[in-house]
């Protein structure tokens, strides 16, 4: 889940909602959507999960799997649309059928009255200051993958901070020890 802290983090936050035909609950006053942080902004790129919501989830399967979609009443989505105009693109499947849409909007996040996450204040949204296409989600992934690795990588550099620093004492201290023979 995306992680927004300090004064300001949370307002006008460049996003994207995946939107999914099928996501609509069985009354069809709600519809489910996985809003993420664009990675192009500002606060994007060290996010190792850009998702406002990230629910683990484990399958009959034994698989874990993660439910990032939150419902927004239908209200809320024609304000989300409305806010992003023209700036969507079609999701698709491996066969090329439109099974959803990506909308980019702007606008203020906050913590979820009911269950995990953020949610977005759907009274204050407006445009995008980015275009969404047909690269956005590759973009979304290879930008989670990159903060990813390097958070890896800075926790590996740490553990092996002390093993040096450590190896560096012990040589010290045995160059410390030596003592000098006594002549004469």
Known sequence: MALLKGKGAMTGVNLIAKVYKNGVTKDGKSQYA????????????????LHLKSDHIKGDDGKTRYNNGAPYSVGQMQEIVKAAGPNTEPILDKD?????TLYGFKGN???????????VNTK??????????DKT??????SMRSA????????EAQAQAPEAEQAAEVE??????VEEPAVG
């Open 34 to 49: 996985d809003v993420q942080v664009d990675a192009r902004d500002p606060r994007g790129p060290e996010q190792a999960n």
């Open 96 to 100: 090329s059928n439109e099974v959803g």
């Open 109 to 119: 996040v906050m913590p979820a009255s009911r269950g995990t996450g953020l949610v």
């Open 124 to 133: 204050a949204v407006e445009a995008s200051e980015f275009k969404v296409g």
């Open 137 to 142: 989600l590759d973009n979304q992934f290879a």
């Open 148 to 155: 990813r690795e390097a958070q890896t990588a800075a926790k």
């Open 172 to 177: 010290q201290a045995a160059e410390v020890e």
